[in-house]
């Protein structure tokens, strides 16, 4: 799931995922899942308030 959120935001963005900025997607949706935050919305919301 987290993958998958990630290609998702980076589509949305129009960054690459192996770039810095998308290994920053990554971290952050890692972080918010590893402390329990495991909707797909939610995870979603919190992506695009980081912007």
């Known amino acids: 799931m987290v993958q998958s959120l990630m290609k998702e935001q980076c589509r ?7 770039s810095e ?3 920053d997607v990554a971290r952050e949706l890692l972080k918010w899942f590893q402390i329990g935050v495991t909707d797909r919305n939610r995870l979603r919301e919190l992506l695009a308030s980081r912007n």
């Not at 949305?12 to 192996?18: G, H, L, M, Q, V």
């Open 12 to 18: 949305t963005k129009a960054i690459e995922s192996d």
């Open 21 to 23: 900025e998308g290994w």
